[in-house]
């Protein structure tokens, strides 16, 4: 079977497909045919080796997936082969093949395409976490969500929107947030010609929002946080600007406000009932059609290194796959 693989830390021009082994299920694993793997940001970091979580040399890069079960290992009883699948680990997803523990997967629902399955585990399962579990959003809240766009952004809209909250969305151009403005937000800015912090002071009459969701950094993360409600959260996503920023305690003093670390990988790790209880939780949103996660473009496995070129060059509205 045909596998990326990185051999070394490096650009995503580094990385090489490569012919080896068909994969074999041990104990308590399934190998699935990949039939589209969903691509991140954080699969730009760890091919590089600036991610939180660095993977043995060499490796399969790539960590969500949707396919179809090719084998089963002994005492596996939840799947068989044939089943359709949904899964998440944390190397492997970019190659036709991919083996991953039986307790990872969870089945598709009838209907489902692969394109969409792979784009929902990361993305919409990071936006759950962070929402519900880090930030309490309740109906009738206002959540502002930064780079809103992207595959995390939009997610954060949906979610937000079927919690009942009131979503502003920010991004940088006028497309981008009309792309938000039809998953759901509520209000939009552009923080490219806006001065961010009185754009949300106009969308939410002076009180500011309750939650601000932040995947972005950067020069983004003080002026959102200057603006938050009283006992607002502002939930640490990841740094897609490139900057860690480093904020004034006095701000969250003063709103008597929390910043909220989210990191959902670690979480799935610790906490898989949980995170599988969230999964079925959003897959019954979206057989109602409060969540529609967008797929804007599909590459083949030998393109897999433009795709996360694309990523990194923030090109990418939504979420983007690759089907081997």
Known sequence: MKAVVCRNWGPPDSLVVEEGPDLAAGAGQVVIDVKAAGVNFPDVLTVQGKYQVKPDLPFTPGNEFAGVVREVGDGVTAFKPGDRVIGFTRTGAFAE?????????????????????????LTYGTSHHALVDRGGVQAGETVLVLGAAGGVGLAAIEIGKALGARVIAAAS?????????????????????????????AATHGKGPDVIYDPV????????????????RHLIVGFANGE???LPWNLMLLKGASVVGVFWGEFVRREPAANLAAMRQMLGWMMEGKLKPLVSKR??????????????ARKVTGKVVIVP
């Open 217 to 232: 950094g950067g020069v983004y993360s003080e002026p959102a946080l200057r603006s938050i409600a009283w006992r607002g």
């Open 97 to 121: 093949q991919v083996l991953a523990p039986a307790e990872a997967l969870v089945p598709m629902p009838p209907g489902m395409d692969f394109d969409v399955a792979a784009a929902i585990t």
């Open 299 to 312: 590459y083949a496995l030998a393109e897999t290194a433009q795709a996360l070129n694309d990523m990194a």
């Open 173 to 201: 151009s006028d497309d981008k947030l009309e792309v938000c403005r039809a998953h759901g937000a509520d209000a939009l800015i552009n923080y490219s010609r806006e001065d961010l912090r009185e754009a949300i002071k």
């Open 244 to 246: 860690i920023p480093k």
